[in-house]
């Protein structure tokens, strides 16, 4: 179960985010970072920040605590920002918290050195899975805390969701975007970590992922069963994974 908060105080906007989160205090006095249902991309994105924030964490990745955030339905309205206040107030209700990480600061591909091969080599493998188009170097969703890098803003992964067709009839589709991953040309060790992360991707663990979105943005989406997300990610998962010969392919393309 992902834990629950109530909103107590929208604090601020993240004006950087192209999908407006806010800085949200909940009633545990907790900072978070809210990603609101009634935002661009929809519930959906709501449900790519759950299942490939907690796949990352799978991975031994760091990601911040993921929360679900309940929403009053008064807590706009004190907002002075018109846009800000329609998005809250049409946000009522359940939507997802990222614990906010004080004083992290986002990465720049200038700060590549501080990244372990092994590491960068596994957040491609993460991102490649996951279809994560949202880890370029002009926008890199790495954050740097206490030395490490943490892994945000998953809400443009898992994008085959969004289009009409069932997700499995595209699980093995490539996904040749890996190519703009910020990380790609640290990434000299795809071959060595792909093994060991793809037993992690279990079907058991899978299935508790996806028990973790709640079933009113299941209802939502358009998308109503789980099975097809657990189909998806088994099938990618699985040997032959042509993602990681993708991702290679694209290393050796770029001379690295
Ligand atoms: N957990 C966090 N702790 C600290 N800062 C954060 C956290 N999550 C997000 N931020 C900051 O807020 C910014 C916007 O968040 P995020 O990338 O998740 O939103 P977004 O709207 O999806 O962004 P974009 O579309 O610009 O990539 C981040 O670039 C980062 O600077
Ligand atoms: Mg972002």
Same mark, same amino acid.
């Given at each position: 179960? #992902?834990?629950?908060?109530? +909103?107590?105080?929208?604090?601020?906007? %993240?004006?950087e985010g192209g999908s407006l989160p806010g800085l949200v205090e909940g009633d545990d006095d907790g900072l978070y970072v809210v990603k609101f249902r009634a935002a661009g991309q929809g519930v959906k994105a709501l449900i790519a920040e759950i299942v490939v924030g907690e796949l990352a964490r799978t991975l031994g990745l760091a990601v911040p605590e993921i929360v679900l955030v309940e929403i009053p339905a008064e807590l706009g309205r004190t907002e002075p920002d018109p846009e800000i206040n329609e998005l809250v107030t049409a946000s009522a209700g359940l939507n997802v918290g990222l614990d906010f990480?004080?004083?992290a %600061? *986002?990465?720049?591909? $200038?700060? +590549?050195? %501080?990244? $372990?091969?092994? #590491?960068a080599s596994a957040i491609v493998w993460l991102d490649a899975l996951t279809t994560n188009v949202d880890r370029s170097a002009r926008n890199p969703n790495l954050l740097l805390w206490h030395g490490a890098p943490?892994?945000? *803003?998953?809400?443009?992964?898992?994008?085959?969701q969004h289009a009409a067709i069932d997700l499995p009839a595209r699980a093995r589709d490539?996904?040749? #975007?890996?190519?703009q991953h910020v990380l790609l040309p640290? =990434?000299? @060790?795809l071959a060595m970590v792909d093994g060991d992360l793809a037993a992690m991707i279990t079907p058991a663990r899978v299935e508790a992922i996806l028990a973790l979105i709640p079933p009113s943005f299941l209802a939502a989406s358009g998308r109503p069963g789980v =099975?097809? &997300?657990g189909d &998806? #990610? %088994?099938?990618? $998962?699985?040997?032959?994974?042509?993602?990681? =010969?993708?991702?290679? *392919?694209?290393? @050796?393309? *770029?001379? $690295?």
């Amino acid at each position: 179960m #992902l834990r629950h908060v109530h +909103a107590t105080r929208y604090v601020t906007p %993240l004006r950087e985010g192209g999908s407006l989160p806010g800085l949200v205090e909940g009633d545990d006095d907790g900072l978070y970072v809210v990603k609101f249902r009634a935002a661009g991309q929809g519930v959906k994105a709501l449900i790519a920040e759950i299942v490939v924030g907690e796949l990352a964490r799978t991975l031994g990745l760091a990601v911040p605590e993921i929360v679900l955030v309940e929403i009053p339905a008064e807590l706009g309205r004190t907002e002075p920002d018109p846009e800000i206040n329609e998005l809250v107030t049409a946000s009522a209700g359940l939507n997802v918290g990222l614990d906010f990480l004080p004083g992290a %600061l *986002d990465y720049t591909p $200038a700060q +590549a050195g %501080l990244i $372990a091969p092994e #590491l960068a080599s596994a957040i491609v493998w993460l991102d490649a899975l996951t279809t994560n188009v949202d880890r370029s170097a002009r926008n890199p969703n790495l954050l740097l805390w206490h030395g490490a890098p943490w892994l945000i *803003d998953h809400g443009a992964a898992l994008y085959h969701q969004h289009a009409a067709i069932d997700l499995p009839a595209r699980a093995r589709d490539p996904f040749v #975007l890996i190519a703009q991953h910020v990380l790609l040309p640290r =990434a000299s @060790e795809l071959a060595m970590v792909d093994g060991d992360l793809a037993a992690m991707i279990t079907p058991a663990r899978v299935e508790a992922i996806l028990a973790l979105i709640p079933p009113s943005f299941l209802a939502a989406s358009g998308r109503p069963g789980v =099975a097809e &997300y657990g189909d &998806y #990610l %088994l099938t990618r $998962a699985a040997a032959p994974r042509p993602f990681l =010969a993708t991702a290679v *392919d694209a290393r @050796e393309h *770029d001379g $690295a």
